[in-house]
């Protein structure tokens, strides 16, 4: 162990279907780790727990507990660091006071959200709750960069079994819909340091006054830093003509952003198509809409909740949506669509879903359609819209025969981390935006108007380098094509480039790399897959999490079951399980049905990783048995189909785990590296073999029932693992 108080292993403990999982699989990870010597430890970087940790003085001194995400982030910069990263809730403002909710009725005495704070403990809770909200987690733990690729054994499995994918049709009306102009891609600026320098944002409006919207934000030598905007009005007036144009041709209206990552800028953008929408609506009833607390930002299920007792209201709502396009829905069954909660719809797992479908989505007819997919800013949506060409001139991919496309992130130290961190703005008031270096240089200006989304990021010189070393030491492990998807006519790409020729060109290895802008790199990546070959996509980080959905979704449908290890700067290890986008879906099923169908094989993945890794760093030798054994097991696991299926009475994630620990304790026993740890399993495994009757038979006892766990946010500890570990047999044999 790297210390008395640290274990060996941190597996997080996070929200929704992975936690549920959790409460099954981990108890099985700890008894095996122990044979071994190895400890497994917990952290909480749930939504619930990041709450609870903020507000220590509105707790009793039972209810207190520890901030362990700050403990993880001074860990991750550790030579040991070994965690085990579970998806989280990367909370919108809806989900989040779902939560603060849900936790006051537990018997928190945590404030409320204030919307509009106005005393000084009203701002000083919002400041906390918004550090809490969107993607405050990864940026924190996340202190190397990223390398993702399906594992062999995953994409040979998915090769043999291929799933299913929805047939394109070359007169497919689905289209992606991105602004021409007044974006972030086309307003960007960039700019790479010479120096360590701290600079302020301000903003100067006519009068002359200097409002500082942020300042002393520091920056160490060789950063790129990057500033630009997104025009409201024209956003607003791209997104009334795409309304009329999909009218016109009469497919489905959806909106594709990520209100959760971009937890500034993209609830706005979100909030501006709420009201285009609905803008009859709004111009004849705005002001009784402001009364009764309508934020449009917040989505239009929270809007029509609020405005259910004015019957006027809800009929001019109603005349509205008959007369505009029909929305893609999230559940047609509920009636609820793309434009309810801001967070129900985010484009890294949407888009991916609908191509995969060939283009369709589901409309409030409960029937599948063609769709304009809106992507207001131009960064990326190329991607997708090269995707859709693509499909509709050559057909829908065969995951059978197709190739992979392997992803090395840049995202160390919060790289390129726009709408994660505390310099994006609604801009207050028209006037000048300006970054001011503490000499008076003024690094970058934009002329803005009031209601603009202005946004700063940068990327620091260090993790650039590293992500370059990573790129080499994997296409050289591959041996197969390498693409930097950068753009050289854009801002921030172009100061990346500069950076990544003179490595490369030093290295002796330039020859083995191309650089393409995104949309000629996902036209190149899909030839080189659908020729069934391997390529990696050497990418920034927003890339990085919508293309280690959209590949993997494609060709594995799922991007749960991705490899996903994170180099850690400092020589530690951070081992993520995959997309937790369905895990909502996968709740909902399991307190209706007691039938939770989240799979785990990611899980699987990032354990056998962990352990190896363990064993290099300790030199723990029994903890590479323990990995090499979770790869046979996890082989095992798919050879013989054991993933949950989709309806009560079939196969679940708690069957899943049985035949899970069984494999491992077989490749246990079976091993001739270890005789202790040999000895140790054959009868575990000897016992799971003869009881599997029975341990199935009380797994399933209940299925099919109704379960309560306590709460969705903050479930009982106890009522979950009753749920989620029903089998008597099964917990006596692990122990």
Sequence with gaps: MTDQTTPDIIYTKVDEAPELASASLLPIIQSFAAAAGVSVGTKDISLAGRILAAF?????????????????GELVKTPGANVIKLPNISASVPQLVAAIKELQGQGYAIPDYPESPSTDAEKAARAKYDAIKGSAVNPVLREGNSDRRAAKAVKAFAQSNPHRM??????????????????FRSNEVSATLPAAATAKIVLTTPDGTEHVLKSGVSYPAGTVVDATYMNAAALDEFLAAEIDKTKAEGVLFSLHLKATMMKVSDPIIFGHAVRAYLAPVFEEFGDEMDALGVNPNSGLG???????GNAEIMSAIEACMAERPPLYMVDSDRGITNLHVPSDVIVDASMPALIRAGGKGW?????EHDAVCVIPDNSYAPVYDETIRFFREHGKLNPATAGTVQNIGLMAQKAEEYGSHPTTFEIPADGVVRMVLEDGTVLHEHAVRKGDIWRSASTRKAPIEDWVTLAIDRQRAEGCRAIFWLDETRAHDAQLIAMVKPILAAKGVADKFEIMAPREAT????????????????????LRDYLTDLFPILELATSAKMLSIVKLMQGGGLFETGAGGSAPKHVQQMHAENHLRWDSLG?????GESFKFLADVTGNAK?????????????????????PQRKPGEADNRDSHYWFARYWAEALAAQTDDADLAAHFAPVAAALAEKEATIIAELRADRGQAVDQGGYYHPDPVKTAAIMRPSATLNAIIG
């Design 623 to 643: 903890a590479r048995v323990l990995g090499n054994a979770v790869d046979v097991a996890t082989q095992g696991y798919l050879d013989n189909d054991n993933s």
């Design 302 to 308: 929270d809007l029509l909740d609020r405005v259910k």
């Design 56 to 72: 220590p003085e509105h707790l009793t001194p039972e209810q207190r507990i520890p901030d362990d995400l700050a403990i993880l």
């Design 166 to 183: 929805g047939d394109w049709s070359a007169d497919s009306k689905t289209r992606v819909a991105s602004m021409a102009g007044g974006d």
């Design 523 to 542: 036209r190149a990546s899909l030839e080189t897959i659908t020729g069934g070959k391997t390529c990696i996509a050497i990418t920034g980080n927003v």
């Design 603 to 607: 899980e699987f993945c990032a354990l």
């Design 363 to 367: 409309g409030p007819d409960g029937k």
